[in-house]
């Protein structure tokens, strides 16, 4: 029983940035991992970074050096701070909340993050 909404999303020039939210309500586990996925138009679904409840980040090759994922549990909330944005960052945001235990996942809608040159 939990609705993820992500924000933060837009329109950003080449070298910007961008910090993406993702808010959590609900019967929340304390055993998670959250993870921020994007998808452009024709393409499948890939993760970006995740970040597990004691904190161990992981990040695609792509976006090291450059996203941040963390997150703030007084809040309920995990953010994706993305700087050096570049051209082919561009798609749709989603964050994804998984019980550990159960391995069962919850999908935010998604937010919109365009880069142009």
């Known amino acids: 029983q939990v609705q993820l909404v992500e924000s933060g999303g837009g329109l950003v020039q080449a070298g910007g940035s961008l910090r993406l939210s993702c808010a959590a309500s609900?019967?929340?586990?304390?055993?998670?991992?959250v993870g921020w996925y994007r998808q452009a138009p024709g393409k499948q679904r890939d993760l970006v970074a995740s970040?597990?409840?004691?904190?161990?980040?992981r990040y695609v090759d792509s976006v090291k050096g450059r996203f941040t994922i963390s997150r703030d549990n007084a809040k309920n909330t995990v953010y994706l701070q993305m700087n050096n944005l570049k051209p082919e960052d561009t798609a749709v945001y989603y964050c994804?909340?998984?019980?550990?235990?159960?391995?069962?996942?919850?999908w935010g809608q998604g937010t919109q993050v365009t880069v142009s040159s």
């Open positions: 994804n909340l998984k019980n550990v235990l159960t391995d069962h996942s919850y």
């Open positions: 970040i597990t409840n004691g904190g161990s980040r």
């Open positions: 609900g019967s929340i586990f304390s055993i998670n991992v």
